[in-house]
């Protein structure tokens, strides 16, 4: 707990000395990563000691880049690189993919007892090309098509990349990320409304034509009706809930 503070203290003074920083960011993301150090520091030592020290790195890095006066600026110029990289390294899991559980979705990459899921560092890059991409572009907002096209392309491999791995779960944060920031760049509000009517259309066409896809809205539908196999993990989070 005094780690968490003195870090979410630091990361603060940092902060509100910048004009435009967003003043609800910090304090929902340290509530978050504060909650759930909490969670994990109750089940096992080891697994609180691991976490403090991810969270002691992130804050580290996070003082660091607020120090670098071009930080903005560098993202900007190296945006496609930076996102092309992040595909590549994510494609890489198709060859190179494992599980830390040693069954099911090779997602992750492992060296030496440590995984990486190269779809997490991915989003944040998305977000940073997409950031950079229409920042230079707002002047053309009225020109709707030809301003996102690019955008489509880049967007369109990594939901392809994750949509071959099933990864389902952050295939949607993607599509949900790409429509918001999109949004807001245009101010078209048709934006969230078409991703929103994306995304039913592709839970409805994949609830019948993909098998992965129709068993875990099944599960979530009636974890009953497997109690011991498919459905044991959402029973299990209900009795927790009501203990």
Same mark, same amino acid.
């Not at 920083?21 to 759930?36: F, K, N, T």
């Not at 992130?58 to 071009?70: C, N, P, Q």
């Not at 760049?185 to 994306?198: D, F, H, K, Q």
């Given at each position: 707990f005094a780690l968490w503070a003195v870090l979410t203290w630091l990361m603060h003074?940092?902060?509100?000395?910048?004009?435009?920083?967003?003043? +609800?960011?910090?304090?929902?993301? #340290?509530?978050?990563? %504060?909650?759930?150090l909490l969670s994990i520091? !109750?089940?096992?030592? *080891?697994?609180?000691?691991?976490? #403090?020290?991810?969270?002691?790195? #992130?804050? %580290?890095? =996070?003082? =660091?880049?607020?120090?670098?006066?071009?930080?903005? &600026?560098?993202?900007r110029r190296y945006k496609y690189i930076a996102l092309t990289s992040g595909l590549l390294l994510t494609? &890489? &899991?198709?060859?190179? $993919?494992?599980?830390?559980?040693?069954? $099911?979705?090779?997602?992750?990459? /492992?060296?030496? $007892?440590? +995984?990486l899921q190269p779809s997490e560092p991915l989003k944040l890059l998305l977000v940073i090309y997409l950031a950079a991409y229409l920042a230079d572009r707002v002047p053309r907002r009225?020109?709707?098509?030809?301003?996102?096209?690019?955008?489509?392309?880049?967007?369109?491999?990594?939901?392809?990349?994750? /949509?071959?791995?099933?990864?389902? %779960? *952050?295939a949607s944060i993607f599509i949900m990320l790409y429509a918001s920031i999109l949004s807001v760049? *245009?101010?078209?509000? !048709?934006?969230?409304?078409?991703? &929103?009517?994306?995304l039913l259309i592709a839970g409805v066409v994949g609830y019948y034509l993909i098998p992965t896809i129709h068993l875990r809205l099944a599960i979530w539908f009636s974890p009953w009706d497997d109690p011991s196999g498919s459905g044991y993990q959402v029973i299990q989070s209900l009795m927790a809930i009501a203990n």
């Open positions: 003074v940092r902060l509100r000395n910048l004009p435009d920083h967003d003043p +609800y960011l910090l304090p929902i993301a #340290s509530l978050l990563s %504060g909650w759930g520091w !109750r089940l096992t030592i *080891t697994f609180g000691l691991r976490q #403090s020290l991810w969270l002691a790195f #992130s804050a %580290g890095v =996070l003082i =660091l880049g607020l120090r670098w006066r071009d930080l903005l &600026t560098t993202l494609a &890489t &899991t198709l060859i190179f $993919g494992t599980n830390p559980l040693g069954t $099911g979705p090779r997602l992750w990459l /492992g060296f030496g $007892g440590l +995984y009225n020109q709707f098509f030809p301003l996102i096209f690019p955008t489509l392309v880049l967007a369109g491999f990594a939901l392809l990349l994750l /949509g071959v791995q099933r990864d389902l %779960g *952050t760049a *245009t101010e078209r509000r !048709r934006v969230l409304l078409a991703s &929103t009517g994306i």
